[in-house]
């Protein structure tokens, strides 16, 4: 269970979620679920509009990430109090967008929060096939479509795209949860900030 912390500390929250393909009721839901998360660990979540494939395939969505990132550490937060996070299509752009700060002169953030991110773009993962039966929404065939749409002619196996496929090394502390997961996920961040 995570602890509410002091109303006066704040923190930030950089937050990438999967915009182009779902319908009601998702994003309410997702709105929903980074709400409560800010409010549990009391940081201001920052939602940035980022360009959309197929008219901006990869790598606008990176880009426009880090200017977020720029951005935010511009307005004043430490590095140290600053998280990036994402959820599905997000969370593979939060994930790549750590590599693409690591790799950069940019201060790393506190931690990456990656929640079931789609970081391997090439949509036959042995569990995405053995589950296309029972999975309701991820199918190979949704995903490589989606991914085609993104990679715009590009290997889907190339790390800028697919995250999973980079070095992960001198990241900052990943945690990668399930959707369900807000008490882990606070408490992770929690820590991260201390």
Known sequence: MAVRLPAGLIRSLLRFTLRPF???PFPVFFQRFWLRLASYVNARVYAPNYRLAPEHPYPAALEDALAAYRWLL???PSPSRIAIAGDSAGGGLALATGIAIRDSDLPAP?????????ADLRGDTPSMTR??????????????????MYLDGRDPGDPGCSPLF???QDLPAILD??????????????????
């Not at 589950?131 to 085609?148: E, F, G, H, V, Y």
């Not at 949860?177 to 996920?185: K, L, P, Y």
């Open 22 to 24: 779902l319908g009601p």
């Open 74 to 76: 511009a307005t004043g």
């Open 110 to 118: 506190a931690a990456l929060a990656l929640i079931s991110p789609w």
């Open 131 to 148: 589950n296309a039966r029972i999975d309701p929404m991820l199918r190979p065939s949704w995903s490589r479509q989606c991914s085609t």
């Open 166 to 168: 980079a070095s992960h």
């Open 177 to 194: 949860a399930a959707d369900e997961a807000i008490d882990q996920i606070a408490t992770f961040l929690d820590a991260r900030w201390h």
